[in-house]
C-alpha cells in the first residue's frame, strides 16, 4: 500500500482545542492522542518502518497542535530532548517503549515501561529521552 491509499486522519473534536491564545494542556494532547490512537483505520496504512532511523509523519497540523505518527524498530532512540517549551503527550499505540527522563532532587533518573495502549503527557519544561529496547517494532502518536 502507498502512502497516498491511506486515509486522512478526521479532525481532531473542537472540544480538544484551546481557547484562540492559549495552549493546550498536556491532559488535553493526551485526549488527542489516545482518541487518535483508537481509530487506527486512520493511520495503519500509513506506518512504514526505517531501518536506519526512526519513521515519522506529520498527521494533524492544527493551530493549537500538531499530531505525529512514528514508527521505532529495536534499539531506536530519541536521545534525550526536550520540546522547545511546549507541552506534549504520546501514546504506545503497538509495541513497547522504555522511557527515561530526569526525576527531581534526589530522584536521578526514572525508567518507564510504556506498553501499547499506555500514554505519557508533559509539560513544557520535561527532559526524556524515549527508545524501544523491546524486541520487536512499535508505533506511537505524539502530540
Known amino acids: 500500500?502507498?502512502?497516498?491509499?491511506?486515509?486522512?486522519?478526521t479532525a481532531v473534536p473542537a472540544a480538544a482545542s484551546a481557547p484562540a491564545g492559549r495552549p493546550l494542556s498536556p491532559d488535553a494532547l493526551g485526549r488527542i492522542v489516545r482518541e487518535l490512537a483508537d481509530r487506527p483505520e486512520e493511520w495503519m496504512g500509513r506506518v512504514r518502518l526505517g531501518y536506519r532511523d526512526?519513521?515519522?509523519?506529520?498527521l494533524v497540523a492544527a493551530g493549537d497542535h500538531e499530531v505525529w505518527l512514528i514508527s521505532w524498530l529495536p534499539g531506536q532512540s530519541t536521545g534525550f530532548h526536550d520540546h522547545g517549551g511546549s507541552r506534549g503527550a504520546f501514546t504506545v499505540a503497538l509495541g513497547e517503549l522504555?522511557?527515561?527522563s530526569l526525576g527531581g532532587p534526589g530522584q536521578g533518573l526514572l525508567v518507564r515501561r510504556i506498553a501499547a495502549g499506555e500514554d505519557r503527557a508533559?509539560?513544557?519544561?520535561y527532559l526524556h529521552?524515549?527508545?524501544n529496547t523491546s524486541a520487536g517494532p512499535a508505533v506511537t502518536l505524539h502530540a
Open 122 to 125: 508533559f509539560g513544557a519544561a
Open 98 to 100: 522504555e522511557e527515561l
Open 129 to 131: 529521552d524515549v527508545r
Open 54 to 58: 526512526r519513521w515519522y509523519e506529520r
Open 1 to 9: 500500500m502507498t502512502l497516498d491509499l491511506a486515509p486522512a486522519p
